[in-house]
């Protein structure tokens, strides 16, 4: 297949580059940006000379509908929806891994991103791609809502619990620490250097945009409004997020129980791993992979349950989720292009 990349110079394109030349199913990829047109991606990024050197193309309609099979945003928020009207009156697949399409409400949108984004009816047509949970949806979809990041390990810690009658949905808080490569590759006073190394901090606190996306997909699996305390922390690292849940447990339910039920609800899925009780998951056990481990604790002394879950921001929390939803569309092998071990150390 032939497939577009749009916003070709960030880093959620350089991962999806790094996959999918390694990808069977894949011929030619075409790269576009409006700010690097004519540029070859190599003078970017110069650690794919020999293995990609396209130059970045204009991005128009016309292309895509004659050239591509499945094309990828990988930009900024409010970018995405300018384009995909026009583009779903071609055949092309769209997975978008900007947020644009991940809230059904225009008005939550605007409210939590500070932007405008597409009409209600082109938000309620897209797919929500966590690919782990709802594979069949994302399998006839045209366009798909590649989930945030912090959504992602979040949303795969509490969906095989939220609707179960021993735990407490209202009492959700969210610890959330991730690399500095979240930020994107623009630059920002506080992710210079002398600013990040050795230090950590909250930031967003109350207000982060990946709140009601959580909040949505929680809610709709209890058909119940669903709200969190969710605290997000930047820590000096590249790359990675590691979040811990905790969730009041309301009836006497073991953990080891708790545990057989979500190795149940994963026991199809090949990149979410439960680990046992003796080894807590950490953000290098899945460095450049699309795995996401989790880890389950109930604290008897306070009667909660307590859930890590780490993933690469990058690779489970943007490009790697992506092909794997392109996988699930094309019905391929869903780890095409993605059966890589996690780099270690």
């Not at 009207?85 to 092309?92: F, G, I, R, S």
């Not at 994302?138 to 009658?165: E, F, M, R, S, W």
Request: aromatic letters at 8%; charged letters at 20%.
């Amino acid at each position: 297949m032939n497939v577009g990349i749009v916003g070709g110079t960030g880093y959620g394109a350089v991962e999806l580059m790094r996959f999918l030349t390694n990808h069977q199913a894949v011929e030619n990829i075409h790269l576009y940006s409006q700010s690097k047109q004519g540029t070859p991606i190599s003078e970017v990024y110069p650690h794919l000379a020999s293995i990609i050197d396209n130059p970045m193309e204009e991005l128009t309609v016309e292309h895509v509908a004659e050239h591509i099979d499945v094309l990828f945003f990988a930009t900024p928020p409010a970018v995405s929806h300018q384009w995909v009207p026009a583009l779903l009156e071609t055949d092309v697949k769209i997975i978008d891994l900007s947020g644009d399409f991940r809230l059904s409400d225009p008005a939550v949108y605007e409210a939590w991103y500070k932007k405008t984004t597409a009409s209600e009816a082109y938000l309620k047509q897209a797919a929500f791609g966590l690919a782990d949970v709802y594979p069949e949806k994302i399998k006839h979809a045209q366009l798909i809502a590649n989930p945030g990041c912090y959504p992602t390990a979040t949303l795969l810690g509490l969906l095989p619990v939220i609707d179960q009658d021993f735990i407490d949905p209202q009492s959700i808080i969210v610890d959330g620490k991730t690399g500095v490569s979240g930020a994107g590759r623009s630059l920002s006073q506080g992710m210079h250097y002398a600013e990040m190394n050795e230090n950590t901090r909250a930031y967003a606190i109350g207000t982060h945009k990946h709140t009601p996306e959580i909040e949505r997909f929680l809610s709709e699996k209890t058909e119940k409004s669903i709200y969190i305390n969710f605290t997000p922390h930047v820590v000096p690292m590249t790359r990675g997020i590691l979040v811990t849940m905790y969730v009041n447990v309301t009836k006497n339910v073991s953990e080891a129980a708790i545990r057989e039920r979500f190795i149940s609800f994963y026991q199809d899925r090949t990149f979410v791993r439960v680990k046992p009780s003796h080894s807590l998951p950490e953000t290098k056990q899945v460095y450049g992979s699309n795995y996401c481990d989790l880890h389950i604790t109930v604290d008897e002394r306070t009667k909660r349950l307590i859930i890590v879950s780490v993933i690469d921001n990058l690779v489970k929390g943007a490009s790697g989720q992506a092909i794997q939803n392109m996988n699930l569309i094309y019905d391929l092998d869903e780890t095409e292009g993605l059966n890589l071990s996690p780099l270690y150390p």
